[in-house]
Protein backbone atom coordinates (compact mmCIF):
# COMPACT_ATOMS: atom_id res chain seq x y z
CA UNK A 1 0.00 0.00 0.00
CA UNK A 2 1.54 3.39 -1.43
CA UNK A 3 0.79 5.68 1.41
CA UNK A 4 2.76 8.64 -0.45
CA UNK A 5 0.60 9.87 -3.07
CA UNK A 6 2.01 12.34 -5.26
CA UNK A 7 -0.16 14.23 -7.92
CA UNK A 8 -0.20 14.03 -11.16
CA UNK A 9 1.09 10.42 -11.58
CA UNK A 10 2.12 11.70 -15.50
CA UNK A 11 2.71 14.88 -16.99
CA UNK A 12 3.59 16.20 -20.45
CA UNK A 13 4.52 19.82 -20.70
CA UNK A 14 5.95 22.27 -23.49
CA UNK A 15 9.99 23.43 -23.02
CA UNK A 16 9.36 26.79 -21.08
CA UNK A 17 6.12 26.23 -19.09
CA UNK A 18 5.90 26.36 -15.44
CA UNK A 19 4.31 22.96 -13.00
CA UNK A 20 4.38 21.45 -9.85
CA UNK A 21 4.14 17.98 -8.08
CA UNK A 22 2.98 17.55 -5.26
CA UNK A 23 3.11 15.14 -2.78
CA UNK A 24 0.36 13.97 -0.12
CA UNK A 25 0.40 11.65 3.21
CA UNK A 26 -1.78 11.32 6.49
CA UNK A 27 1.82 10.52 8.37
CA UNK A 28 3.97 13.38 10.01
CA UNK A 29 7.49 12.73 8.72
CA UNK A 30 10.67 13.56 10.37
CA UNK A 31 12.42 14.70 6.92
CA UNK A 32 11.41 14.30 3.82
CA UNK A 33 13.36 14.18 -0.07
CA UNK A 34 12.68 14.09 -3.57
CA UNK A 35 15.00 11.82 -5.97
CA UNK A 36 15.24 12.49 -9.64
CA UNK A 37 15.70 8.61 -11.13
CA UNK A 38 16.78 8.15 -14.92
CA UNK A 39 15.18 5.01 -16.57
CA UNK A 40 18.02 2.00 -15.53
CA UNK A 41 19.56 3.98 -13.03
CA UNK A 42 18.69 4.71 -8.83
CA UNK A 43 17.03 7.66 -7.76
CA UNK A 44 19.44 10.37 -7.06
CA UNK A 45 18.79 12.59 -4.19
CA UNK A 46 18.02 16.49 -5.19
CA UNK A 47 16.94 18.29 -1.72
CA UNK A 48 15.92 17.24 1.86
CA UNK A 49 13.62 19.53 3.95
CA UNK A 50 12.97 18.91 7.02
CA UNK A 51 11.66 22.06 9.21
CA UNK A 52 7.57 22.51 8.67
CA UNK A 53 7.06 25.45 6.19
CA UNK A 54 10.75 25.13 4.75
CA UNK A 55 11.46 26.39 1.25
CA UNK A 56 14.59 25.46 -0.60
CA UNK A 57 15.71 26.15 -3.82
CA UNK A 58 18.26 24.37 -6.33
CA UNK A 59 18.54 26.71 -9.43
CA UNK A 60 14.95 26.12 -11.28
CA UNK A 61 13.55 23.64 -8.35
CA UNK A 62 11.68 25.08 -5.64
CA UNK A 63 11.37 22.62 -2.96
CA UNK A 64 8.42 23.32 0.07
CA UNK A 65 8.03 21.14 3.04
CA UNK A 66 4.25 21.57 4.43
CA UNK A 67 3.32 23.33 7.38
CA UNK A 68 2.28 19.94 9.48
CA UNK A 69 5.64 18.06 7.83
CA UNK A 70 2.48 15.83 6.10
CA UNK A 71 3.30 17.27 2.54
CA UNK A 72 5.59 18.86 0.34
CA UNK A 73 5.79 20.34 -3.57
CA UNK A 74 8.17 20.54 -6.15
CA UNK A 75 7.60 23.41 -8.56
CA UNK A 76 9.56 23.68 -11.71
CA UNK A 77 10.22 27.10 -13.47
CA UNK A 78 10.70 27.23 -17.27
CA UNK A 79 10.92 23.22 -17.54
CA UNK A 80 13.84 21.98 -19.68
CA UNK A 81 13.83 18.95 -21.68
CA UNK A 82 16.73 17.64 -19.48
CA UNK A 83 14.23 17.86 -16.59
CA UNK A 84 12.45 14.54 -17.84
CA UNK A 85 12.36 11.96 -15.58
CA UNK A 86 10.61 10.03 -12.66
CA UNK A 87 10.44 12.26 -9.57
CA UNK A 88 9.84 10.43 -5.81
CA UNK A 89 9.60 11.88 -3.09
CA UNK A 90 9.83 9.88 -0.08
CA UNK A 91 9.79 10.35 3.96
CA UNK A 92 11.53 9.42 6.84
CA UNK A 93 10.44 8.95 10.14
CA UNK A 94 6.74 9.14 9.35
CA UNK A 95 4.54 8.59 12.73
CA UNK A 96 3.15 5.26 10.69
CA UNK A 97 6.50 3.81 10.29
CA UNK A 98 9.57 3.13 11.33
CA UNK A 99 12.10 5.43 12.18
CA UNK A 100 14.70 4.31 9.80
CA UNK A 101 12.96 3.81 6.61
CA UNK A 102 11.93 5.76 3.55
CA UNK A 103 8.56 5.60 2.12
CA UNK A 104 8.25 6.51 -0.92
CA UNK A 105 6.02 7.94 -3.14
CA UNK A 106 3.66 7.09 -6.15
CA UNK A 107 6.16 8.80 -8.56
CA UNK A 108 5.71 10.94 -11.43
CA UNK A 109 6.79 10.89 -14.51
CA UNK A 110 7.71 14.55 -16.12
CA UNK A 111 8.02 14.61 -19.68
CA UNK A 112 9.09 18.09 -21.29
CA UNK A 113 8.89 18.51 -24.82
CA UNK A 114 11.08 20.76 -26.65
CA UNK B 1 29.53 12.30 -2.52
CA UNK B 2 29.15 8.77 -1.31
CA UNK B 3 29.11 6.09 -4.14
CA UNK B 4 27.29 2.57 -3.90
CA UNK B 5 28.06 0.33 -6.37
CA UNK B 6 25.69 -2.76 -7.90
CA UNK B 7 26.68 -5.66 -9.34
CA UNK B 8 25.36 -7.20 -11.56
CA UNK B 9 24.09 -4.21 -13.49
CA UNK B 10 21.59 -6.91 -15.24
CA UNK B 11 21.08 -10.36 -15.76
CA UNK B 12 19.14 -12.88 -17.10
CA UNK B 13 18.60 -16.33 -15.82
CA UNK B 14 16.04 -18.97 -16.19
CA UNK B 15 13.42 -20.31 -14.16
CA UNK B 16 14.22 -21.83 -10.88
CA UNK B 17 18.13 -20.71 -10.72
CA UNK B 18 19.57 -18.54 -8.09
CA UNK B 19 20.88 -15.11 -8.36
CA UNK B 20 22.74 -13.07 -6.24
CA UNK B 21 23.23 -9.25 -6.26
CA UNK B 22 25.95 -7.69 -4.75
CA UNK B 23 25.54 -4.07 -2.98
CA UNK B 24 29.04 -2.08 -2.07
CA UNK B 25 29.65 1.25 -0.32
CA UNK B 26 33.12 2.02 -1.88
CA UNK B 27 34.10 5.24 0.10
CA UNK B 28 32.14 4.92 3.35
CA UNK B 29 31.11 2.33 5.99
CA UNK B 30 27.36 1.30 5.99
CA UNK B 31 26.21 -0.55 9.02
CA UNK B 32 22.54 -0.43 7.45
CA UNK B 33 21.75 -1.08 3.68
CA UNK B 34 18.18 -1.22 2.62
CA UNK B 35 17.08 -3.28 -0.38
CA UNK B 36 14.28 -2.10 -2.50
CA UNK B 37 12.54 -3.45 -5.72
CA UNK B 38 11.16 -1.78 -8.89
CA UNK B 39 8.45 -2.81 -11.01
CA UNK B 40 8.12 -0.98 -14.41
CA UNK B 41 6.41 1.89 -14.35
CA UNK B 42 5.81 1.90 -10.33
CA UNK B 43 7.26 3.18 -7.58
CA UNK B 44 10.14 1.59 -5.00
CA UNK B 45 9.00 -0.41 -2.48
CA UNK B 46 11.38 -1.03 0.44
CA UNK B 47 12.08 -5.43 0.49
CA UNK B 48 14.15 -5.57 3.65
CA UNK B 49 16.34 -3.20 5.66
CA UNK B 50 19.89 -5.18 6.72
CA UNK B 51 22.26 -4.10 9.54
CA UNK B 52 25.89 -5.27 9.53
CA UNK B 53 26.16 -8.53 11.31
CA UNK B 54 22.28 -9.51 12.35
CA UNK B 55 19.62 -10.73 10.39
CA UNK B 56 17.86 -8.77 8.31
CA UNK B 57 14.20 -7.51 8.87
CA UNK B 58 12.07 -8.03 6.26
CA UNK B 59 8.76 -6.01 4.92
CA UNK B 60 5.61 -7.17 5.17
CA UNK B 61 5.23 -9.75 2.38
CA UNK B 62 8.53 -10.07 1.54
CA UNK B 63 9.67 -14.00 1.41
CA UNK B 64 12.82 -14.45 3.68
CA UNK B 65 12.99 -17.52 2.49
CA UNK B 66 12.94 -16.92 -1.14
CA UNK B 67 15.04 -13.64 -0.82
CA UNK B 68 17.95 -14.04 0.94
CA UNK B 69 20.25 -10.67 2.40
CA UNK B 70 23.61 -11.20 3.86
CA UNK B 71 25.24 -8.18 5.17
CA UNK B 72 28.67 -10.04 6.49
CA UNK B 73 30.58 -6.58 6.21
CA UNK B 74 30.56 -2.80 6.56
CA UNK B 75 30.81 -2.12 3.15
CA UNK B 76 28.99 -5.49 1.25
CA UNK B 77 25.61 -6.67 1.23
CA UNK B 78 24.26 -9.63 -0.65
CA UNK B 79 20.76 -10.27 -1.98
CA UNK B 80 19.98 -13.73 -3.37
CA UNK B 81 16.74 -14.49 -5.20
CA UNK B 82 16.39 -17.79 -4.76
CA UNK B 83 14.10 -20.09 -7.44
CA UNK B 84 13.38 -17.11 -9.28
CA UNK B 85 10.46 -17.29 -11.41
CA UNK B 86 9.53 -14.69 -14.03
CA UNK B 87 7.47 -12.67 -11.30
CA UNK B 88 10.86 -11.98 -9.82
CA UNK B 89 11.68 -10.41 -12.63
CA UNK B 90 12.39 -6.61 -11.54
CA UNK B 91 14.96 -4.09 -10.86
CA UNK B 92 16.54 -4.61 -7.49
CA UNK B 93 17.81 -1.06 -6.05
CA UNK B 94 20.21 -0.98 -2.92
CA UNK B 95 21.37 1.91 -1.08
CA UNK B 96 23.45 1.93 2.13
CA UNK B 97 23.44 4.81 5.06
CA UNK B 98 26.83 5.76 6.93
CA UNK B 99 27.35 4.63 10.24
CA UNK B 100 27.84 7.53 11.98
CA UNK B 101 24.38 8.32 12.34
CA UNK B 102 23.18 10.30 9.36
CA UNK B 103 20.21 9.51 7.83
CA UNK B 104 21.27 10.13 4.37
CA UNK B 105 20.59 7.42 2.04
CA UNK B 106 23.17 6.89 -1.00
CA UNK B 107 20.98 4.51 -3.92
CA UNK B 108 23.15 2.25 -6.15
CA UNK B 109 22.50 2.02 -10.02
CA UNK B 110 19.95 -0.57 -9.43
CA UNK B 111 20.38 -4.30 -10.99
CA UNK B 112 17.88 -5.16 -13.58
CA UNK B 113 17.12 -9.04 -13.32
CA UNK B 114 14.68 -10.94 -16.13
CA UNK B 115 13.87 -14.49 -15.29
CA UNK B 116 13.10 -16.64 -18.46
Known amino acids: TQLLEQSPQFLSIQEGENLTVYCNSS?????LQWYRQEPGEGPVLLVTVVTGGEVKKLKRLTFQFGDARKDSSLHITAAQPGDTGLYLCAGLGGSNFGNEKLTFGTGTRLTIIP | GAVVSQHPSRVICKSGTSVKIECRSL??????MFWYRQFPKQSLMLMAT?????????EQGVEKDKFLINHASLTLSTLTVTSAHPEDSSFYICSAREGTGGKTQYFGPGTRLLVL
Open chain 2, 50 to 58: SNEGSKATY
Open chain 1, 27 to 31: SVFSS
Open chain 2, 27 to 32: DFQATT
